[in-house]
């Protein structure tokens, strides 16, 4: 999977020295009511977050599959935040999602490591009539998405997407963590692709349902049930009050 890059035990320290950061960052407890399942934003040289928890700010800073966040404090997945930070020039989400793991580290002492575990995966192989790639960047649809990379990656993308509920706001991960499961890229498809599905919303289907549909008849892709190892982001600690205010 290529979120974790590193090698699995490590324990990860992202900091100023090996990471671009923000120019300016103001990190605060929330003062708005609990349970609002944070919003976060961000333009060219803002990223702002409000009522966020710090598990969901990893999972905006890392792009992983909300159950692949494991471990740390009992309060992780409670305690909300409020950040305001602005880079000193115009970059990519990339590179503020880069910050934003400097950011954690720094002003929450955020030390996490990759863990790889067997479980239940989806596993995206080559439906029967073969996979149709080519073209697809051209397809239209009132509920389009897009994606652009290798396969690989766009498993680790369709792994959180399916933890999304279709008529609900799509910026917001599910907490159903336990029913959320990874998935693995087993196509043996190399390359780059830039990708179409027209995404349905469905009142009678779950999110897996309208996914592994759209995947069989626009991509000749589909997901099946196997098991399989997975790398998991493990939190290894967090201080609850952050620093540098």
Known sequence: MHWARWAAGTVVVVCGAF???FDVASVKPSRLPVGRDGTISTDPERLIASNATLKRLIFEAWQIPWAQIVGG????????FDIDAKAESPTSTEQLRAM?????TDRFKLAVRSEMRERRVYALVVGIDGPKLGGA??????HLWRFHGDLS?????????LTIPLLDDPSTPSHASGSAIPVVDKTGIAGVY?????????QG???FTVWQRALQEQLGLKLE????TVEFLVVEHAERVPTGN
């Not at 934003?100 to 954690?104: D, F, T, Y």
């Not at 990656?153 to 997407?161: G, M, S, T, W, Y």
């Not at 049930?225 to 399989?228: A, E, L, M, N, Y």
């Open 205 to 207: 289907s779950d999110a």
């Open 225 to 228: 049930s196997q098991r399989g």
């Open 73 to 80: 404090p009992e309060w992780l997945d409670s305690d909300e």
């Open 137 to 142: 960047s051209a397809r239209e649809g009132s």
């Open 100 to 104: 934003l793991r400097a950011l954690l």
């Open 19 to 21: 990471a671009q950061t």
């Open 153 to 161: 990656k766009f498993a680790d993308v369709l792994a959180i997407q």
């Open 194 to 202: 830039d990708i179409s599905l027209d995404i349905k919303p469905d």
